[in-house]
């Protein structure tokens, strides 16, 4: 079966997987997600875009005016609690907030990974040995030498550690 569909298949199996994530399962319903109906099953049943505007009471049609900032709001509200590992709860947003301000990524150079890998090197020490020299993670470290640090979300104070630590130039002034 397509992962994908339109729900015009012409096929009498819907089979036994989720088409959204794939998923395995004998419990899957119709949703209609981003415009296409698909099966899909109980972990990506909040995807489903149709849940609440049989609700809705209004004029019974798909005005894209008047009911947008509605159905915007429960997108965000269903995004929001995927986000919160489904529980809903996003108290440790409001007490902690984020970092990305505290510390940001800098401009890297181009080659910032073998620049910091092969100045390791040059010091003679190992990954473990760095990370105890400096308190950095191990895997902050072999992310800047894989030239992952923004994808990992390394922060800028790692980067400067490291080009300090290393006397080597990673950040791009």
């Given amino acids: 079966m397509a992962k994908y569909s339109t729900g015009s298949s012409?096929?009498?199996?819907?089979?036994?997987?989720?088409?959204?994530?794939?998923r395995e399962t004998g419990d899957l319903r119709r949703a209609k997600v981003a415009g296409a109906t698909l099966l899909v099953c109980s972990n990506c049943r909040p995807h489903d875009d149709s849940a609440d505007s049989s609700s809705?009471?209004?004029?019974?049609?798909?005005?894209?005016?008047?009911?947008s900032p509605s159905r915007s709001q429960e997108l965000a509200r269903k995004q929001a609690k995927m986000y919160d590992a489904g529980t809903g709860d996003a108290s440790h947003?409001?007490?902690?907030?984020?970092?990305?301000?505290?510390?940001?990524?800098?401009?890297?150079?181009s080659g910032y990974g073998a620049r910091a890998e092969q100045?390791?090197?040059?010091?003679?020490?190992?990954?473990?040995?760095?990370?105890?020299?400096?308190?950095?993670?191990?895997?902050?470290?072999?992310a800047?030498?894989?030239?992952?640090?923004?994808?990992?979300?390394?922060?800028?104070?790692?980067i400067r550690a490291l080009e300090e630590h290393l006397d080597a130039a990673l950040v791009d002034e």
Avoid: F, K, M
């Fill in 119 to 142: 100045a390791r090197q040059d010091a003679g020490l190992t990954i473990e040995e760095l990370s105890e020299e400096t308190g950095l993670a191990e895997d902050d470290i072999l």
């Fill in 144 to 158: 800047v030498e894989q030239g992952r640090a923004a994808r990992a979300n390394v922060g800028g104070s790692v």
């Fill in 10 to 22: 012409s096929g009498g199996g819907d089979g036994d997987s989720c088409e959204l994530c794939g």
């Fill in 93 to 109: 947003w409001e007490q902690h907030g984020t970092d990305y301000e505290d510390d940001q990524l800098p401009y890297l150079v």
């Fill in 56 to 67: 809705g009471g209004g004029s019974g049609g798909s005005d894209r005016g008047d009911d």
